[in-house]
């Protein structure tokens, strides 16, 4: 399967399921189990990786019956978990429920997944009666014992009928805010993403879910990841508190051989349109995305926000950074008004911040963006990516936590952008001697005087790679109690290659802003001329 079918597989984790009237109603059936209950812990889990790692990767799967990998779409959304079947359904003082994932459509690896209770680990057998095969023409009795799961997701006892986090599709997972809103998704691992091969995409293979305890807001998940290049011990911690669900995660990598580019604590989203980049023009909707930036607080204080775009082909970037504070995949604008879609609320899709634990070293963040076309293409993505080199037999261990907000946990001290707006540059009513290409950038918060007879200064402090910079100003916007940045870009010629800009306003020498980076790709010249008609 290439990428962009995978990750439109993907784009759906709600799936369906039964109201919570029979759940109500029905008397909460015990899950049922195969073979010994075997002692588990994360050190045995970090064990199994570590061993498996010293082996050759296991042999494909074999393939789904035609009955489950011929499905449609629409078949395998009508396949739904029964809810008194969930796990822990029996234990009403539990705040947690999960139900699973039927194996079909382009989800066709099994996973073995497995109830933890005082230690002790026990596989959950498949059975199609804990499945309501609906309209999807599936018979369930013809299916095998041996079938397996695709994945699980998590409810939470605030509405038993929303589920709050999902985990489908090789290493993919995903939670929601407090809008209940399901967005951008996470991995376990990215490895070699944007590279001039295939990229490789690691699987999780079993789960193991441990049973809350009464008062505990918080379920602990364990996951065994393998792929060709690598295996990994993973634990979350889960919680679910207003803002929205929050995972502790820890990650044991266990490399099988060198891997060019490993990309840790990986996020991946989607952005179609905004107001910084409006080429989309065929569609009703202003704004098409599930992130709009990425945010960046870096090892020596400094704070980035680096709007996203769709730009005209394959784009990587990469942030170099030493112990880095966190980063992020976030959506700022959370007005309806500006994507006017009521029917994937995109105005209400998470941020999601990673906050690693301890010391990473010097390594970057990485940033790619793809070509998209609609918007079931996840065509963002970012992680980091250590320096130190990647090889057989050692041992490399990631803590972070992954925070799924409106907004992240910690905003920069100064004023943030909120806007990237840009067009043609020049004076209007003046004739336009060459092209030139305007960027206006909005900041909010911070310490501005928004007087305009305060005797502090403010200035744009501008850089470019190339070309240069005229018609610079910073100006108070009283419509968003902030600050306007503005200035022109002239190329130094009729090339293409993308100019990477930096700007942060200051007063009396000392910044006012974080700090907006932008990469700009100029159009070719014969676009250059129709935009810049002479008349004009």
Known sequence: ??????????????????????????TAQRIPTTGPREPFDYAWLKGLARNLAEQPPREAQPELPATLKDLSWDQYQAIGFRPDHALWAQHEEVPFRAQLFHLGRNFTRPVRIYTLHDGQAQEIA?????????????????????????????????????????????????AVSDSLQYGMSARGLAIDTAMNHPEEFPDFTRFWLEQPNDDVEAVHVYALLESTSITGAYRFRISNPD???????????????????????????????????????WDWRPEIHDSDGLAMHTGDGEWLWRPLANPPRLRFNSYADTNPRGFGLVQRDHDFDHYQDDGVFYDRRPSVWVEPKGDWGAGAVQLTEIPALDETFDNIVAFWHPDAAVELGQEMLFGYRLYWHAYPPNQPPRARCVATRTGLGGVVGQPREYFSWRFAVDFQGG????????????????????????????????????????????PQDDGT???????????????LTETWIYQWTPPPAEER?????SHL
């Open 1 to 26: 399967m290439n990428r962009r079918d995978f990750l439109k597989a993907t784009t759906v984790l709600g799936g369906t399921f039964l109201p919570l009237s029979p759940l109500l109603a029905a």
């Open 126 to 174: 498949y059975d199609p009666a804990m499945f309501d095969f609906g309209t999807s023409g599936v018979e369930g009795d013809a299916l095998s014992e041996h079938l397996g799961f695709a994945g699980f997701r998590l409810h939470h006892r605030d509405d038993w009928q929303r589920d709050i986090a999902a985990f489908l599709g090789a290493s993919y997972f995903r």
């Open 243 to 281: 803002a929205g669900v929050v995972m502790d995660v820890d990650a044991a990598l266990y490399p099988r051989q060198g891997i060019e580019r490993l990309g840790v604590a990986p996020l991946t989203s989607m952005y179609l349109v905004g107001e910084n980049d409006r080429d989309a023009g």
């Open 447 to 490: 310490p501005f005087p928004l007087d305009d007879q305060a005797d502090l200064e403010v200035k744009p402090v501008i850089e470019t790679s190339a070309g240069r910079i005229e018609l610079t100003s910073a100006r108070p916007l009283e419509a968003i109690q902030g600050y306007r940045a503005m200035f022109d870009v002239v």
């Open 497 to 511: 290659e993308p100019i990477n800009l930096r700007l942060y306003l200051e007063g009396d020498g000392q910044p």
């Open 529 to 533: 001329e129709l935009h810049n008609p």
